[in-house]
């Protein structure tokens, strides 16, 4: 198998404009190449206050709503005509939990991802695609 044989990707997404066009590309490639899609995001505890963090009330709320949430990216993606749709959630900082659980876990064989994260964008522009870029095991595409 080539390369670009691409049989599984994963896609990132956190409901940031440039995550939203990751995943419309994400759906596409895997209709087009007939493609398993993994659609995954990350619970970032760093959003959260050190109380909000603490209380395990509310990050399992969190974690629920975040679940439900991607459960529309699934329907989606099945509408497009996508046949094999995942969903997968973790949490910690996303570019590293994409990279160090995630991808050793689903074991695709390519990362889409939006270039600008929904949260922090002046402060951390780039970054988490820019680390995602560099460290990722496997053929990464940067959507913008």
């Known amino acids: 198998m080539a390369k670009t044989d691409f049989t599984s990707i ?5 409901d940031s404009e440039d995550a939203l066009l990751a995943f ?5 490639y895997a209709v087009k190449l007939s493609a398993k899609l993994t659609i995954a995001s990350v619970l970032e505890s ?3 206050s050190v109380y909000q963090a603490l209380d395990k009330d509310y990050i399992h709320g969190e ?6 949430h991607l459960l529309d990216y699934q329907r989606q993606a099945k509408a497009a005509g996508v046949k094999d ?3 997968i959630v973790d949490e910690g900082d996303a570019g590293e939990t994409i990279v ?5 876990h689903v074991n695709p064989d390519l990362l889409i991802i939006g270039s600008i994260a929904k949260k922090g964008i002046k402060r951390r522009f780039g970054s988490q695609a820019a680390y ?4 990722a095991p496997i053929s990464v595409l940067v959507i913008r």
């Open 46 to 48: 760093d959003d959260m």
């Open 10 to 14: 994963l896609v990132g997404v956190d």
């Open 24 to 28: 419309d590309y994400a759906i596409h």
């Open 85 to 87: 749709v995942d969903l």
């Open 132 to 135: 995602m870029a560099k460290y």
């Open 63 to 68: 974690r629920s709503d975040l679940e439900n």
């Open 100 to 104: 160090k659980n995630i991808i050793p």
